[in-house]
C-alpha cells in the first residue's frame, strides 16, 4: 500500500452562469474600482488516501469525482497528483 | 488566578494545575452567574415548570412548552457566520436536552456599522436555523453605532415535550454510565467560557483560538437520534455540552442529582490527539450531549446512534460519595467535592448610580433579513412576516390550541413598559400571555451604573410580571458587552409566549 | 386508498410535513430509509425537502448514492421530488438539468405566486439553490410568476411523464391546513394523486 | 494597462474542523472501501482584471482576498499568478 494525494478541482462549465462570480464582481466593485474584472469560482479538495498502485489510485480519484464531487450537467474537473 | 485562596481554603489543600482551569471555568461570569445568581432569585417563578434546567416552558395540557432565550454576543464579534449559528446550535441543545422537539426559534440582533458582521451573523442564523428545519419565526433586528464593535445576538428556541417524558439533569444515580455524544471531541471554543465573561480586547488575534465550528447536519442528526432514544426511555439524565464542555455538563448532572462522578479523559473520542487533558475538559466543541444511562442499555442507545451515523464514548461512572474525580487511566488528575467545584465564592456588588447615555435605536429588520430565514418549515407557521417580523403563532396541533410568539428588547428605562405592552399586543390579538424567557445584555458588571441597571432591570421584570401574572420561564446574562473603544446600552431582550 | 412512501436522507427535514400533508388525504404513508433498497410496492413515493447530507459538497449530491435512490422504481412507481427532493433527482439524472444557487445567492423564504394548470397559486418556497437550468424533454407544470430565483423560463416544477417523475422546489405539503392560512397545496396534491 | 490573471485558494486553518470534508469522507466510505482517506475542502477563485502594473495587481488581489475572499479567524489562503 502507498498514500496518494490528489488534488481536484471542481468548476461550472463556461456555458453555465456563475451567480458566486457575479457576486464577487458585485462585492469587488463595491469596495474599489477594477477595471475588467472577471471571476470564477470553484471548489477545491484535497484527498490522500492509501492504495495499492497509482492505477487503482486512479480509478478511486476518478470516482470520486463522477459520483460524489461533480455534475456533469454543470460542472468539470480536474484532477492534480 | 483569582479565587487561589478561595480554593485552597475550601479544599484544605492547594489545587493543582489541572484543577485550577476547571475552577477558572465554573467560576467564570458566564458558568457561574457570579455578578448575577442572587438577584435572578427574585424573578417570578410561579407557574413556570422546571425554570433551574436546560429549558423551563409552561405546560399546556398533557405537553409542555419548553424555552430558552440565550446569547451568543461575543462569538459573533469575532466570527458572525460561526458565532451566529453556534448561538442557536446551543439554545436547541438546551432544548432538546429535556426530550423536547425544537419547532420554532426566534432571534433579536442589534447591530452598528460592522456590515461583515451584519451580514455574517444574518447569514450563520439562516444557515443553520434552515439546515436543521426548525422555522425562524419572529426576528427583531436593531441598529445603532453603539453595537459595532459589540453586536448582539439573541436567540430563542421554542420546543414542545410530553409533560410525563421530560427528561431532567437531575436524575443520575450511583452506578449508572455517562455516554458523550456527537461530534468529537477538539480544540475549538476553547476557553469560550472565560472568554464569554471577559470584555473584547484591541488585539481580537487571542480570541480567534476561541472559534466553535457550527455544523448544523450533525445537529439534525443529533436531535432524530436524540428523540428517539429518549423515545425508547434507554435515557435517565440528559445536559448538553454547551460553556465548559463536558466540565460543565457533568458537574451539573452530578450537582443537581446529588451524587459524584469518576470520568476517564482516556476514553474520550477526540478528533485531535495533541488535545491536552485540560483542553478536553474545557472544549467547547459543538454538537455533543451527555447522556446518564444505565449500563445495560449501552448497546441499544450505540445502536440507534449508528443508524445515523453518530459517534460515543462511555467517558465515566457516576459514584456516591459526591466527589468530582477526573482520571487519565489510572492516574487521577482532579478530585474536588462537586459542590466546592460548582459554587462560586460570593462578590461585591456595585450598585452605585452614575448617568448613562442615551441612543436612539432603529428597527432595520426587513425582508431582504427575514426572508433568508426559512419560516414554514414544520407545518405550524401561521402568520407570514411581513405585517410584524416579530409576532408569530404557532399551531400546537398537540393541544389543538395556538402559540403566540413574540421577540422584543427595551433599553432599561422601558422595561416594564415594553412588557405591558407585550401583553396588551397579546391580548389584542385574542391570546393569553403565559411566560417569557429573557436575556439581560449589559457592560462590565464592575463598573457602575451596570449593577444598578441590571438590578433596576430585574425588579421592573418582576412588576410587571405579576401584575401580568405569567412567569419568568428560563434565562441567560451576558456581561461584558464592551470592547477598549466603545460599550453597548445596556438593553435586555425577551420572548413572549401565550395562547388562543 | 394510496399507499405512500417518504425517503428519509439523514439531513432530511421535510417527512413529516410531507407525512401530515399525506395523511390529511387519508394516504397510508410510512417512511422509508436512507440506507434501505426499495422492495415493496407504493404508489408514490416521495424525495422530501430539507438538507439531506448538510448541503455540502452540492445540494442532492450525496444523497444520491444512497441504495434507496440507486433502487427507485422508475416508470412504474410515481416518484415526487420536492424541494431537496427535486436537487437530488437532478443530480441522479432522472430529471434533466440542474438546480444552481439562487440569482441573489441567499437563500429565499417567502409565499411565492406560482402558474399552475393555468391558475395562480400561492404555496411556500424556502431554497438556497432553486434556480433552475438547462431543462430536457420534460413537461413545466409549476412556474414563479414572478421570477423568485433565476431559473430558466420561471421553472419551478417539471414532470416526465413517461418515466413518472415529478420535481418541483415549492413546497404544497406546507400549505395543506386551513389553520396555517394557505391550502392551494391541495391542488398540487390532487395533482399527484390522478397521476398514480 | 495591462490585463492579470490570478488564482486564489482559500482553505480552512490546519486546526478548524472541517465539517464538509467529513461529510465528503463518509459518503466515499459508503460507496467504497478507501483506506486511511483523509480530505480537505476549500474554494478557488481565478480572477482576472486590468491594473497598471504588477505592484497594483498585487494590491487589488491582496485586498480582494483579505475583504471578500477569506476570513482570517479560520481561513488562510494562498494566491498564484
Ligand atoms: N435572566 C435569567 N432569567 C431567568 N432565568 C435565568 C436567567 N439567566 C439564567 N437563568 C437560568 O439559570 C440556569 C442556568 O443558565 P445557563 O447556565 O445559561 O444554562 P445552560 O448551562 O443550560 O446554558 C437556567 O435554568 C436558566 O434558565
Redesign the pocket.
Given at each position: 500500500m502507498k498514500n496518494y494525494k490528489a488534488t481536484v478541482n471542481v468548476k461550472l462549465k463556461e456555458a453555465v452562469k456563475d451567480i458566486k462570480a457575479q457576486t464577487l464582481e458585485q462585492a469587488v466593485h463595491n469596495i474599489m474600482p477594477v477595471q475588467n474584472l472577471k471571476c470564477r469560482v470553484g471548489n477545491t479538495y484535497n484527498i490522500g488516501f492509501d492504495a495499492k498502485n497509482k492505477k487503482e489510485a486512479e480509478k478511486i480519484i476518478n470516482t470520486i469525482c463522477e459520483e460524489i464531487l461533480s455534475n456533469s450537467v454543470i460542472e468539470e474537473y480536474e484532477i492534480k497528483w | 488566578m483569582r479565587y487561589k485562596k478561595y480554593i485552597t481554603e475550601k479544599l484544605n489543600r492547594l489545587p493543582n494545575e489541572f484543577e485550577l482551569h476547571l475552577f477558572s471555568a465554573t467560576y467564570s461570569e458566564h458558568?457561574g452567574?457570579i455578578h448575577?445568581r442572587e438577584l435572578?432569585k427574585e424573578?417570578p417563578r410561579e407557574n413556570a415548570i422546571f425554570?433551574?434546567?436546560?429549558a423551563?416552558g409552561i405546560k399546556i395540557g398533557d405537553h409542555a412548552i419548553l424555552f430558552?432565550m440565550?446569547s451568543h454576543n461575543h462569538p459573533c464579534a469575532v466570527e458572525p457566520f460561526n458565532g451566529a449559528a453556534t448561538g442557536i446550535g446551543g439554545i436547541v441543545r438546551?432544548v432538546l436536552a429535556m426530550n423536547a422537539r425544537p419547532i420554532a426559534l426566534c432571534n433579536s440582533l442589534k447591530f452598528g456599522d460592522d456590515k461583515r458582521i451584519t451580514e455574517g451573523v444574518i447569514e450563520g442564523i439562516s444557515n443553520y436555523g434552515n439546515s436543521i428545519g426548525v422555522p425562524t419565526v419572529s426576528t427583531e433586528v436593531l441598529y445603532n453605532k453603539v453595537f459595532t464593535e459589540n453586536p448582539l445576538a439573541n436567540v430563542t428556541c421554542i420546543g414542545i415535550a410530553k409533560y410525563n417524558d421530560i427528561i431532567t439533569s437531575n436524575k443520575a444515580r450511583e452506578g449508572q454510565k455517562l455516554m458523550l455524544i456527537g461530534s468529537a471531541t477538539m480544540k475549538d471554543g476553547m476557553g469560550g467560557a472565560s472568554f464569554a465573561s471577559r470584555k473584547l480586547g484591541n488585539s481580537k488575534k487571542k480570541d480567534k483560538l476561541s472559534i466553535q465550528i457550527a455544523n448544523p447536519f450533525m445537529k439534525k442528526k443529533l436531535i432524530e437520534a436524540c428523540l428517539e432514544i429518549f423515545e425508547q426511555k434507554l435515557v435517565t439524565s440528559c445536559q448538553?455540552c454547551?460553556?465548559a464542555g463536558i466540565l460543565?455538563s457533568t458537574s451539573e448532572a452530578a450537582f443537581k442529582s446529588n451524587v459524584g462522578v469518576e470520568i476517564d479523559l482516556s476514553k474520550i473520542h477526540v478528533a485531535d490527539d495533541s488535545i491536552k487533558d485540560f483542553e478536553i475538559m474545557l472544549s467547547e466543541t459543538q454538537e455533543r450531549m451527555l447522556f446518564v444511562v444505565d449500563k445495560k442499555n449501552i448497546k441499544n442507545i450505540e445502536n440507534i446512534l449508528n443508524k445515523y451515523e453518530l459517534e460515543s464514548s462511555v467517558i465515566g461512572t457516576v459514584t456516591k460519595d459526591k466527589n468530582y474525580v477526573v482520571k487519565q487511566n489510572n492516574k487521577i488528575l482532579a478530585n474536588i467535592p462537586t459542590k466546592i467545584l460548582v459554587t462560586p465564592p460570593p462578590v461585591e456588588l456595585d450598585y452605585s448610580y452614575k448617568n448613562s447615555c442615551f441612543a436612539e435605536i432603529v428597527s432595520i429588520n426587513n425582508k431582504s433579513i427575514y426572508e433568508r430565514y426559512d419560516h414554514t418549515v414544520g407545518t405550524r407557521t401561521e402568520l407570514q412576516p411581513n405585517e410584524n417580523p416579530q409576532f408569530n403563532s404557532l399551531r400546537i396541533w398537540e393541544e389543538n390550541c395556538d402559540l403566540g410568539v413574540y421577540t422584543f428588547s427595551s433599553t432599561v428605562n422601558n422595561v416594564y413598559k415594553s412588557l405591558i405592552n407585550a401583553a396588551n399586543l397579546f391580548k389584542n390579538k385574542g391570546y393569553r400571555p403565559l411566560g417569557i424567557t429573557?436575556?439581560?445584555n449589559f457592560t462590565n458588571p464592575e463598573i457602575p451604573p451596570t449593577m444598578y441597571e441590571f438590578r433596576k432591570t430585574i425588579s421592573d421584570i418582576k412588576k410587571a410580571c405579576n401584575e401580568l401574572n405569567i412567569p419568568?420561564c428560563?434565562?441567560?446574562?451576558s456581561f461584558y458587552n464592551e470592547s477598549s473603544n466603545s460599550k453597548i446600552i445596556n438593553m435586555p431582550t425577551f420572548t413572549m409566549i401565550g395562547v388562543k | 386508498m394510496v399507499k405512500a412512501g417518504i425517503i428519509t436522507f439523514l439531513g432530511t427535514n421535510c417527512e413529516r410535513d410531507t407525512k401530515r400533508a399525506c395523511e390529511f388525504f387519508g394516504w397510508n404513508t410510512e417512511f422509508i430509509k436512507h440506507n434501505d433498497k426499495i422492495k415493496e410496492h407504493y404508489d408514490v413515493i416521495f424525495l422530501p425537502g430539507g438538507f439531506s447530507y448538510g448541503d455540502h459538497i452540492s445540494s442532492g449530491r450525496i444523497a444520491k448514492l444512497t441504495p434507496a435512490v440507486k433502487s427507485l422504481p422508475v416508470g412504474k412507481t410515481l416518484i415526487v421530488g420536492i424541494c431537496n427532493g427535486f436537487q437530488i433527482l437532478t443530480e441522479a439524472k432522472l430529471l434533466s438539468g440542474a438546480l444552481t444557487y439562487n440569482e441573489n445567492i441567499h437563500f429565499i423564504s417567502k409565499v411565492a405566486d406560482l402558474e399552475f394548470m393555468g391558475e395562480t397559486i400561492k404555496i411556500p418556497i424556502a431554497h438556497h439553490q432553486g434556480n433552475y437550468t438547462g431543462k430536457g424533454g420534460e413537461e413545466v407544470i409549476l412556474r414563479y410568476k414572478y421570477n423568485e430565483n433565476g431559473s430558466d423560463d420561471r421553472i419551478a416544477g417539471i414532470y416526465d411523464r413517461k418515466n413518472k417523475i415529478i420535481g418541483m422546489m415549492p413546497h404544497p405539503e406546507r400549505a395543506i391546513f386551513e389553520e396555517l392560512g394557505l391550502t392551494d397545496g391541495r391542488k398540487v396534491f390532487e395533482f399527484i394523486k390522478n397521476e398514480i
Open positions: - | 458558568c452567574y448575577s435572578l424573578l425554570p433551574n434546567e436546560n423551563g430558552k440565550e438546551d448538553d454547551g460553556a460543565s429573557n436575556c439581560l419568568v428560563s434565562g441567560n446574562v | -
